[in-house]
């Protein structure tokens, strides 16, 4: 188990018996509850008492024009309806998948009347589809699992902060609160974090903005294909760079009213009138491809452009970090000096494991005498 992990990590004889587990569960008031997505595990009450407590303090002086919203997603650019019910029910991961992935921040305001460009972080810091590429029609950048991680996110946000100090311009930015997004010293940029599980019903990008640009990304993706020769390799035909251009279309083509009405639908600006602007079924170039290529039914094409809405795009904290962290925390409560409850660096994992045997060689020394 990885509780009995963590416990030989910081040298602790640990065994996590059902016993334990039964008492650590009812003093934390924890349940095993069937859940259905991210949604189902959002807390209405925690929802409502922000929306109506703070929310309303937070934004009170920002116009919507100065209200933003930034989220990832990551995106299979190569993935066709035919390999749809290939991955369906599996974990959206592997050495193939993972090759054929970028992701994608993509960052609004309230009103619809500013998009950012587009952040798209892909694998490779200089692919050869860029050659001779004198500028993109997206800000990109690279590491070797195309995640956002915390250095592109502290980087995007200083870049725009000086942007908005030349433009004297102040706004207020909501992002979820994951490994990727830490706080970041800004100053025109006031930067809040959602409350924990519950970006689903709260983050205005989940509520159908990414879904509409990938609506948009996969129709062009289908028309491309559409237009090869039989001989042609589709996944092949595709490259990065048709890829990032179809992303900076399909970003261009997200309506004003779309985005609008998904932050009224995260309850975050009341006086918009309902309804999305995006609807597959009326979309006459679309009903040709699949009509003509016989590639997706119609009503498949919602899961089709959804396939990729759980894969992961931001890093994660990894088992060693969870143990710094927990040390560090240890250290800060246990020590009533002021310079050691702050210290200047986090020790090494190997030396906590070193001083932790220490101890318990100290302590069982001092019982026996």
Not at 99 to 118: Q, W
Not at 173 to 190: G, S, W, Y
Not at 257 to 283: Q, S
Not at 306 to 319: F, G, K, Y
Request: glycine share 4%; charged share 25%; hydrophobic share 35%.
């Amino acid at each position: 188990m990885k509780a009995n992990e963590f416990g030989e990590a910081v040298g602790a004889n640990f065994k996590c018996i059902s016993g334990w587990l039964d008492r650590f569960k009812k003093r934390h008031n924890i349940c095993f509850r069937k859940i259905c997505g991210e949604s189902a595990s959002v807390g209405q009450s925690i929802t409502n008492d922000w929306l109506l407590q703070t929310w309303p303090t937070i934004s009170n002086n920002y116009s919507m024009d100065n209200v933003f919203n930034a989220d990832e997603t990551g995106i299979f650019y190569k993935m066709l309806p035919d390999k749809t019910h290939k991955i369906k029910g599996e974990t959206c991961s592997g050495e193939k998948i993972s090759k054929e992935r970028i992701t994608a921040m993509i960052c609004a305001n309230a009103s619809g009347t500013v998009k950012r460009k587009l952040l798209v972080i892909g694998k490779y810091n200089n692919p050869r589809c860029f050659k001779n590429v004198k500028t993109l029609s997206v800000d990109y950048c690279a590491n070797n699992k195309s995640w956002m991680t915390s250095q592109t996110f502290t980087d995007y946000l200083k870049k725009w902060d000086c942007e908005l100090i030349k433009a004297k311009t102040k706004i207020l930015l909501l992002v979820d609160n994951c490994p990727a997004h830490p706080q970041v010293h800004l100053h025109n940029i006031k930067l809040h974090f959602l409350p924990p599980n519950t970006t689903s019903v709260l983050q205005p990008m989940d509520q159908g903005v990414i879904n509409s640009l990938k609506q948009s990304y996969r129709k062009q993706l289908l028309m491309k294909i559409m237009d090869l020769t039989e001989e042609a390799n589709p996944t092949k035909a595709v490259s990065f760079l048709d890829a990032v251009n179809m992303l900076s279309v399909a970003w261009e083509s997200v309506s004003t009213e779309t985005i609008r009405n998904c932050f009224r639908h995260a309850g975050l600006v009341k006086d918009i009138p309902d309804g999305l602007d995006f609807d597959p079924e009326d979309d006459e170039p679309l009903s040709k491809i699949i009509e003509i290529n016989n590639v997706v039914v119609l009503s498949k094409f919602d899961e089709y452009s959804r396939i990729d809405e759980n894969i992961i795009a931001t890093e994660e904290h990894s088992d060693n970090d969870l143990i710094q962290n927990f040390l560090h925390e240890l250290l800060e409560e246990d020590s009533g000096d002021e310079d050691l409850a702050q210290p200047e660096t986090i020790i090494k994992i190997e030396d906590a494991m070193n001083y932790s045997r220490k101890l318990k060689l100290h302590i069982f020394s001092t019982k026996r005498e």
